[in-house]
Structures are given as structure tokens and as C-alpha cells.
């Protein structure tokens, strides 16, 4: 489902002061930008939802902790399911849920795309055409690194509805398979379609990022205010470093332009002639955080163990790859942008290498004259 782009929203210098808060921050966007009016109300609940999750990370391995441990669940992925988890995406669709302004929701945690006014527990595709937006989000990226006091995070991204999409509720079995296949095709989206972008980051402050089509805000929450304060206005990523961040365990199973890229900027051979350092956390928001901050290369490719990746497209890899191109810098399977690929299932999976714009370029090239 391609859409046209909506156009850039327009920001004031209100946008630009470090110290504005992010209610009034998404205030002053509405005021500017009438049609974004509904997005203030949904980034409100995602604020607090954020929050919510940043004290349950800071307190989940107090020995009374009731997040501590796995659920006895197994995943659409098929892996175990921490207590965190499962709260945690529970918390997200709670703060949204009432909004009043999303139709959809797709979720890392979730079987199916889900219908936010329906049945907290629901595994069915149920839509409400009235709602205007779609969210897809993973409640708790890194959660396997929670016990070990590592960074974790959350992604949202955020579609907006399609209005065609109806279900009968009348309906009854395979009726419903032709309306429900209309209303997947929702949450099925090109990251193209976003209409915004964010992810919080659970660290030594907590941090939200958010894109709306117009640069990267970086807020960092106050706790004595309660309040995400704006910290960085239009982050700009370096164009080129000398930071890669990979698992390089798994460098022999990379594709051929790949592993050689990498081996060159090791080696100092790279087109610019540094020799790249390694900083790699495991939680791609940690890492796509470092790599924003102060450039380089996250990356996650296919292997020939996972010839897909491991990061999911639709919830994982559009979105963050919307806000690396925001900032300046380029995501890329090596071959294809990943905003541009349209999702076929819900949990799909995708080669992700994103970045200081050189260093992708690089390899970009790399990728091409190996295909020729």
C-alpha cells in the first residue's frame, strides 16, 4: 500500500529552544500544522507510556519486583517472553488505546494486528474505520539485556489509517477473510508511508527521540519536572566516522561486500583511510542512539544462518530507519533502502546497515560492483 508523502510539517524556533517540554513542543506542531492536530494527543499517551516503562526498567531487579523472570510464553518469534515484556507492551497499548485516535496496532508481542478498543487480550483483526492512525511498536527492544543493567528501548512508528478499511461484524468465518486481508494492509505499510517516528531509550537518562518529517528532536526526561525537555533540536548525524557496531561474530556468514567492507575499515583501508573501532551494545536502540550521536555504522545483516537479519521491518527497521534518514544518514539492506520495502507479513524480517552517510555509500558501492 503506497501512499502520496504528506509534506514536511512546519516548525518555529519555539521548536528549536532546548528546554521546551514535549507537551509544548507537540502544541506549538499542531498550532502550526492543523493537520498533525490528532498526533499531540497520541504522543501525549506514548510520553506517558515511555515513563511508565522507564520506572519499570530502573525497578525490575529488586528482589519483590514482580517483572522479574519469563512469563512461561513463547512469542510469535519463538522466543521466551519475559514478565517485562508482556507488561510492558500491555502498558503501551493501555496508553493508547484510549486516545481515540488509532485504529490499528502491530506490536512485536502480538500474534496479529490488534484493534485497540476491543478486548485487551484479543488475537483477532478487529478495526474501527474511525480511528485516523496505525501504530506499530516493540514495547521493549534488548530485553534480553535487562538483568545485565544494558540499555534497552522502545520503537514507535506511526501510519495513518486507511478509511477504506471496514470489517462487518456480522461477518462470520472465511466472510471475513477478504475484509480482514483490506485491514492487514494497514499496518503493511512501506516505512515511506510514516508519518512519524520515535523510539525512548531506558539508559543513564532516559531519552525520546522523535521524527515527524522535518529532523530528529532529541528530549531527555527531567524526573525532577516529570517532563521530556528538549535537549537536542535537529540532531545532524556526522557524515562520516570511524565506528562500526556488529555482531563480528557472525562476520564469516556475512555476504561477501559486506565482510570485506569491514575488514577494509578495520584494517585502516577503507576510502577514508581511519581505522574503525568497535562499540557494540546488542540493543539496536543503544546502539542506533551512540551511532546518532557521534556517527559510524549499526548494522545487523543477513547471514547465511539468518540470510534476513534478525531486526523485524515493519516495527524495527522502518522506523528507525525514518529517523536515521531524518537526521542525514542512510539505511540500507546493501542492495535496497530499507524504507522502501514493502512488508508481507507482520513479522518480517530484514538485513539492516545504517549510518554516517559516507560510510553506507561505501558500502552501497560495495554491494553494487558485486552484482555486476
Known amino acids: 500500500m503506497n501512499r502520496a508523502q504528506t509534506k514536511a510539517p512546519v516548525f518555529d524556533e519555539v521548536c528549536e529552544t532546548t528546554g521546551v517540554t514535549l507537551t509544548r513542543f507537540m502544541t506549538e506542531v499542531a498550532m502550526l500544522n492543523p493537520e498533525l492536530k490528532e498526533l499531540t494527543t497520541l504522543f501525549g499517551a506514548i510520553d506517558t507510556a515511555c515513563k511508565a516503562i522507564a520506572n519499570l526498567v530502573k525497578r525490575s531487579q529488586l528482589p519483590a519486583s514482580e517483572t522479574l523472570g519469563y512469563e512461561g510464553n513463547i512469542n510469535i518469534q519463538g522466543e521466551d517472553q519475559k514478565k517485562l515484556d508482556v507488561i510492558t507492551n500491555d502498558v503501551l497499548k493501555r496508553a493508547l488505546r484510549f486516545t481515540g485516535k488509532l485504529g490499528v496496532l502491530a506490536s512485536e508481542e502480538e500474534d496479529a494486528p490488534v484493534d485497540l478498543m476491543g478486548e485487551a487480550d484479543t488475537k483477532e483483526l478487529i478495526i474501527d474505520e474511525s480511528e485516523r492512525y496505525v501504530a506499530v511498536f516493540d514495547p521493549l527492544d534488548g530485553s534480553s539485556n535487562v538483568d545485565a543493567g544494558i540499555p534497552t528501548g522502545t520503537i514507535i512508528g506511526i501510519y495513518e489509517h486507511d478509511e477504506s478499511c471496514d470489517v462487518d461484524p456480522n461477518c462470520v468465518g472465511d466472510e471475513c477473510t477478504e475484509q480482514e486481508a483490506q485491514c492487514l494492509a494497514n499496518t503493511l505499510q512501506p516505512g515511506t508511508n510514516l508519518v512519524a517516528s520515535a523510539y525512548c531509550l531506558y539508559s543513564s537518562s532516559t531519552f525520546f527521540v522523535l521524527t515527524l518529517g522535518n529532523g530528529v528532536y532529541m528530549f531527555t526526561l527531567d524526573e525532577q519536572l516529570g517532563e521530556f525537555v528538549l535537549s537536542k533540536p535537529n540532531v545532524k548525524i556526522p557524515e562520516e566516522s570511524a565506528i562500526i557496531s556488529f555482531n563480528e561474530a557472525n562476520l564469516d556468514k556475512w555476504d561477501a561486500p559486506m565482510k570485506e567492507t569491514v575488514l577494509k575499515w578495520r584494517n585502516g583501508e577503507g576510502k577514508s583511510g581511519k581505522r574503525f573501532s568497535s562499540r557494540y551494545i546488542g540493543s539496536m536502540v543503544g546502539d542506533v542512539h551512540r551511532t546518532l550521536l557521534y556517527g559510524g555504522v549499526f548494522g545487523y545483516p543477513g547471514d547465511t544462518k539468518n540470510p534476513n537479519g534478525k531486526l523485524r521491518l515493519l516495527y524495527e527497521g ?55
Open 318 to 372: 522502518a522506523p528507525m530507519s525514518f529517523i536515521m534518514e531524518q537526521a542525514g544518514g542512510i539505511a540500507t539492506t546493501g542492495t535496497e533502502r530499507v524504507m522502501e520495502i514493502v512488508p508481507e507479513i507482520v513479522h518480517q524480517r530484514v538485513p539492516v546497515v545504517m549510518g554516517s552517510k559516507n560510510d553506507i555509500q561505501e558500502i552501497i558501492d560495495a554491494y553494487a560492483a558485486w552484482e555486476k
